[in-house]
C-alpha cells in the first residue's frame, strides 16, 4: 500500500527514530488501523528517500513499540492493540479450577472465610430488617438519601474526602464511577492526562468515550508535577485523571509533599481532576486525597470492592458543586440508579464497623503475602506498598516481559507484563507486575512465586534467546 507519513516526520534525532515516531502518531491520528499490512522496506525507502536499512531500522525500533509485527513471509503489519492491552483474564469465560494456573494476574482482593461469614450473616439480617423501598426504589438517580447521608460521614471522616450528602452520587462499581466523572467535563474528541502507566480500565475508557488520552512521567511517589506542569501547559488538557494512592501498576503512592506540589500545578492550570482512589482501603488511615486540596475541581471516585468482596460493587462519586446536573443525566442513561441493595449491605457495614474491620484484615492478609514475596524474590528489584494487591518486578538481563509470560504460563502460572498498562505506544518497562490476592490459597500463592523465581534465575530456553 501506499502512505504518506510526510505530515507526521519531524527533522530532530535520527531518521529511523522520525520514521517510527511518525507511524506511532499516524496510528493515534487514525491514518493508520490495526491489521494494515505496511509497505516493503526498499518501496517506503525510496518514498520517503532513505535508504534501505533506515527503514529497516525504524521498522525494527516499531516492534519494539508494541506498534507493528513482522510476519515470515508476509511482511509487516500495524498491531492489533487492543488484545494485547488486555489482560487474558479479562476475556476469560469460565471461572478457573484448582488445577488450572496458579493466577498472579488478576487484581483481586483476598476473600477469606470471615469476610463471606460477614456477607451472609448481614443478608440475614437484612431479610428481617430491610425497608421495603430497597426493593421498590428508582428514585433518586443519585441513591437513596439515607444511604448519601452515611456514606458521606464516611467519605468525610475516613477518607477525607470534602463534600456534602447531595453531592455523592452512589453508581455500581469504581468504574462506573470514573465513567460518570469523565463524561461529565469530557468530550469527544478531548485530551485527558493521565499517569504514563495507567489502569487498563481507563485506557479502555478513552476507546469507548472517543477522548485522547496522553500519559505524564512517574516515578516511585506517582506523576512527576514537573512533568505534569509541562504537559498541562503543551496540551491544554481538560482533565487529569490520577491515582495518587496505590497506582496501578506500579504501586506508586503520592506523600503529602507530593500530593501537595500536584495539587498546585491543578490549581494552577485551573484543569478538572478526576481522582481514582479505589485503593484507600488498603492503606491506614491518613492519607489525605487530592480531592480535599482541590475541591471545586475534583471528582473523587472509590468503592468498597478492593478491601471486602468483589461482588459487593458499592461504588461512590463525589461530585463538584455545580457539576451535579450534569453527572446525573449520565447516570440515568447507564443505570438508572445503582442497585439499592448492594448499598444497604455497605451502609449495614459502614454502620456496624464491618467495613473497617475488613479493610483491616485485608491489610493483614496482604501485609502476610508481601513478606512471602519479598522473601521467595530475594535478589530481584521490586517495588510494592506493604499492603499493596501487586509487586512491581523488575526482570533479569536475559529475559523479556512477553517471553517470561509465555515460559509462566508453561509453568503454570498466569502473570501480567506492562502492555494493557502503557498509555501511549512507546517501549514497554522491563517489569511484569505480580498480583497476590487472586488466589485465597497462600500455599497456591507460594507454589506460584517459587516457580517463578525459579525461572527468573535461569536463562530463557534457547529457542527464545535465538529470536531475542
Known sequence: MTIDLTPYLSDSGPKYLAIARALSEAIR???????????PHRQLAEILDVSVQTVSRAYAQAEKMGLVQARVGSGTWINTLDDARESAYLRGQEPRHESALIDLSIAHPICPPGHHLRFRETLARLA?????????????????????????????????????????????????????????????GDLVLTEALTDHGLIALSRTLGFQLRGVAIDERGVVPEALDIACRRF??????????????????????????VARVLEHHGVWLIED????????????????????LSFHVTSLTKATVPGVRAGYLSVPRGQLHHTLPRMRATTWMATPLIFEIA????????????????????????????RLLDGHER????????????????????????????????ITTAVPFMVEQTPAPRRIRLSLGAEPDIGRLE????????LLDEAPPPMMQLVY
Open 29 to 39: 491520528q487514525g491514518d493508520l488501523t490495526p491489521g494494515t499490512r505496511l509497505p
Open 128 to 188: 428481617e430488617q430491610a425497608s421495603p423501598e430497597v426493593v421498590t426504589a428508582n428514585r433518586p438517580i443519585a441513591g437513596l438519601s439515607h444511604h448519601r447521608e452515611r456514606a458521606s460521614d464516611w467519605l468525610s471522616q475516613r477518607l477525607g474526602v470534602p463534600g456534602e450528602p447531595e453531592g455523592r452520587v452512589l453508581c455500581n462499581g469504581a468504574a462506573h464511577g470514573l465513567m460518570l466523572a469523565i463524561s461529565t467535563v469530557v468530550q469527544h
Open 236 to 261: 491544554k488538557p481538560r482533565a487529569v485523571c490520577l491515582t495518587p494512592t496505590q497506582l496501578n501498576p506500579t504501586g506508586a503512592t503520592m506523600d503529602a509533599p507530593r500530593r501537595d506540589a
Open 277 to 296: 482512589d479505589v485503593h484507600a482501603l488498603l492503606e491506614p488511615p491518613g492519607l489525605t486525597p487530592l480531592t480535599a486540596r482541590l475541591p471545586h
Open 347 to 374: 451502609d449495614a457495614w459502614i454502620a456496624d464497623d464491618s467495613l473497617e474491620a475488613m479493610a483491616a484484615e485485608q491489610r493483614r492478609l496482604l501485609a502476610e503475602r508481601q513478606r512471602l514475596a519479598a
Open 383 to 414: 517495588s510494592a506498598r506493604p499492603s499493596s494487591l501487586h509487586v512491581w518486578l523488575s526482570l533479569p538481563p536475559a529475559w523479556r516481559a512477553e517471553e517470561l509470560q509465555q515460559q509462566a504460563e508453561q509453568e503454570g502460572v498466569a
Open 447 to 454: 507454589q506460584g512465586l517459587a516457580r517463578l523465581a525459579g
